[in-house]
């Protein structure tokens, strides 16, 4: 069975448009058209409904979709494991990692790893710890830093980080001088949270939820630095990982009572293949992260 024609089959069935199959994987639209009749022809099954508009793929359609990303996928892995032979310090790591972990604990180690290993591509994802598990579950991405607390019973892990949640505030706020901060009195304030799907918002919505509290917010950013500056404006007070504040003049942090922890695991699905770049690459952040508690 022709592979690129199943890939192109994968991609008309995802995007549910010929013309946007066609872009995404660069040929004309007549030869995707002229492809996915000859993969008719050669399973022998109708796999396109082109009279109904409702339905794209047709059941027998449906079910080669399914068995075509599982061969699509371990293909790909046979792939990497022949190029491993080739040389065993090339390869590409896809790792997905949140924009704070990303902007303040990496930077520093993913350039010592690139200089200490510069055929080793790392292509880097950012997204929330739910939308990072799920394209590991996907195969989308070889490794990611999800949350360590919920674990998937799909997935394997090995706790890397632990820190404490704690709200970040400008120093002249009142409840700066607390000695803690509980999370009734963090939601009646004014407040500047990550958009849903990041653990820091997560928290907070569930409690309130949970409470039936109506949630004042004023802005809601994944920009770090944004963030940070509404803070330090009086536009709200945020939840943060306490280091995230450590050289800012104007602000201060408060711990939660009862203490929230914020727990990060290295994460990789149990039946993906994982490379020697992947397994390096796991080796050095377990090796080079320091633990905090």
Known sequence: ?????????????????????????????????????????????????????????????????????????????????????????????????????????????????????????????????????????????????????LENPQLRYTELINEEVVAGMVSSHPLAAEQTISLAQFCQQPLVLFHEGYFLREVVSQYSKKHQLALNICMETNLIELQKSLVRNGVGITTCLSRILQNEQQMTSTPFEPKIEFKLSLAWKKNHYLSKASKVFMTYLSSTVEPTN
Not at 25 to 51: D, F, H, S
Not at 55 to 77: D, I, P, R
Not at 112 to 123: G, S, V
Request: net charge neutral.
């Open 1 to 149: 069975m022709n592979l690129k024609r199943l890939e192109y089959f994968c991609q008309l069935a995802e995007l549910g448009n010929f013309t946007r199959a066609a872009q995404a994987v660069g040929i004309a639209q007549p030869a995707l058209t002229v492809a996915i009749q000859k993969l008719e022809q050669e399973v022998g099954l109708k796999l396109i409904n082109r009279a109904d508009k409702n339905s794209l793929l047709t059941a027998e359609g449906e079910v080669l979709y399914k068995l075509a990303t599982q061969l699509l996928s371990q293909a790909k892995q046979v792939e990497l494991e022949l190029e491993e032979l080739k040389d065993l310090e090339r390869g590409t790591i896809r790792f997905g990692v949140s924009a704070m972990m990303g902007s303040y604990y990496f930077p520093k180690i993913l350039t010592e790893f690139k200089q200490k290993y510069p055929n080793i591509k790392i292509h880097l994802v950012d997204q929330g710890t739910a939308a990072l598990e799920k394209m590991l579950l996907n195969s989308e991405l070889d490794l990611a830093l999800v949350r360590g607390d």
